[in-house]
């Protein structure tokens, strides 16, 4: 009904950037909202970021202020900007949308691995 597909992980070094991207096909209504969450070796999935149709957001408070979501609604696409990366940012990043109409579902994308090392 809705497929996710994400992409723009890979390895970069300590206090580097990467832009993370999602684009979003099928059965979409609005609104909706589409977001970031990721997963460490041994962590339970975590929320990064959350946008809504309307464009307001939510961060968690560990990427304030470095992390930026945003999103354009005509591509159906979700951007998430990672700045000044750390070691424990390193995870698989998931593209997730959640239709509210006609009722609450979750969509997924397959993930892309995010790696902050030296």
């Known amino acids: 009904q809705v497929q996710l597909v994400d992409s723009g992980g890979g390895l970069v070094q300590p206090g580097g950037f990467l832009r993370l991207s999602c684009a979003a096909s099928?059965?979409?209504?609005?609104?909706?909202?589409m977001g970031w969450y990721r997963q460490a070796p041994g962590k339970e999935r975590e929320l990064v970021a959350t946008i809504t149709s309307g464009g307001s957001t939510n961060y968690a408070d560990s990427v304030k202020g470095r992390f930026t979501i945003s999103r354009d609604n005509a591509k159906n696409t979700v951007f998430l900007q990672m700045n000044s990366l750390k070691p424990e940012d390193t995870a698989v990043y998931y593209c997730?949308?959640?239709?509210?109409?006609?009722?609450?579902?979750?969509?997924w994308g397959q993930g892309t691995q995010v790696t902050v090392s030296s």
């Open positions: 099928g059965n979409i209504f609005s609104p909706n909202i």
């Open positions: 997730n949308l959640k239709k509210t109409w006609p009722r609450l579902v979750d969509y």
